[in-house]
């Protein structure tokens, strides 16, 4: 069991900006980070940026880390 199951998370703010640094293939700022690491303990997570492209890529990022993808219509 892993610490966060069962917990539901919204991270304002889990996009980033800026190109990623040497030798990564994504940029990591901290709204991200969190996302990334609070799905990977199991937590549900919804994430929000102004950009909707940088919301988009971390919800890639933790799908690709065996997360789970929820379904959501923009509206």
């Given at each position: 069991m892993?610490r ?9 703010g ?23 690491l609070c799905?990977?303990?199991?937590a ?13 890529e ?8 065996a997360?789970r ?7």
């Amino acid at each position: 069991m892993k610490r966060l199951d069962g917990k539901a998370l919204l991270v304002a703010g889990g996009g980033a900006d800026g190109p990623p640094n040497k030798g990564e293939s994504l940029a990591i700022g901290n709204g991200r980070a969190i996302a990334i690491l609070c799905a990977r303990e199991g937590a549900r997570v919804v994430v929000t940026d102004r950009s909707l492209a940088s919301a988009r890529e971390t919800a890639a990022a933790i799908v690709a880390g065996a997360g789970r993808r929820m379904r959501w219509k923009p509206t």
